[in-house]
């Protein structure tokens, strides 16, 4: 079955506690994105990537990094996690980027106290 | 950088009635364009999607979009609500050649029996 699968699906953490939310995809997609979700606001992009090893920024990149070392991965790191960080996070994955279909995972809520 | 404008956060629409949501984005040039729905706790799954192809796009579950220039809209209808259409839809853009994606803040379509 073709899939994003993000991991973990729920985490409360404290201020500054290093995380990482893994993104894994099986359709051997190029394009790779994450993106935060606010009541209000929809979905904000924070990184992309175009394949393995590029990657860029997105609309709210800050105090985010990520990596693509392998074509199926696409890890989202919070090095120092704060309390606005706190939100509702997806995964997505489409064989290119511009006009193709994004497919997504389940989310991951974080909490940051 | 893009933005994309869904007039209503909240629209209730009776099971079989017409559903209108609204999309509005700002472009010089005619961008991808895309609608998503999510159902609570799952990711976004693709409803349809524009790529300069037919102006009068036919989507999943009976609801279709007509992207108009003049108007740079991109509304999402359904001429009978079914109760199982209850979710929060997105309107998505990406403008070619470009590898961002920008979403509008979403529309929560309740539907009364």
């Known amino acids: 079955e073709a899939q994003v699968t993000q991991n973990p699906r729920y985490l409360i953490t404290v201020t500054g506690k290093k995380l990482t939310v893994t993104c894994s995809q099986n359709?051997?997609?190029?394009?790779m994105s994450w993106y935060r979700q606010d009541p209000g606001l929809g979905l904000r992009q924070i990184y992309y990537?175009?394949?393995?090893?590029?990657?860029d920024k997105g609309d709210v990149p800050e105090g985010y990094k990520v990596s693509r070392k392998e074509k199926r991965n696409f890890p989202l790191i919070l090095e120092s996690p704060s309390p606005n960080q706190t939100s509702l996070y997806f995964c997505?994955?489409?064989?290119?980027?511009?006009?193709?279909?994004?497919?997504f995972g389940d989310g991951t809520r974080l909490s940051i106290l | 950088a893009q933005s994309v404008t869904q007039l209503g956060s909240h629209v209730s629409v009776s099971e079989g009635a017409l559903v209108l949501l609204r999309c509005n984005y700002s472009?010089?040039?005619?961008?991808?364009l895309f609608w998503y729905v999510q159902y609570p706790n799952q990711g976004l799954q693709l409803l349809l999607k524009?790529?300069?192809?037919?102006?009068l796009v036919k989507g999943i579950n009976g609801f279709e979009a007509e992207f108009k220039k003049s108007e740079t809209s991109f509304h999402l209808t359904k001429p009978s609500a079914h109760m199982s259409d209850a979710a929060e839809y997105f309107c998505?853009?990406?403008?070619?050649?470009?590898?961002?994606?920008?979403f509008g803040s979403g529309t929560k379509l309740n539907v009364k029996p």
């Open positions: 990537s175009m394949n393995v090893e590029v990657t």
């Open positions: 998505a853009v990406s403008d070619p050649g470009f590898n961002k994606f920008y």
């Open positions: 997505a994955s489409s064989v290119g980027a511009g006009g193709q279909p994004q497919h």
């Open positions: 359709m051997n997609h190029e394009y």
């Open positions: 524009y790529t300069s192809a037919a102006t």
């Open positions: 472009s010089s040039v005619p961008p991808y």
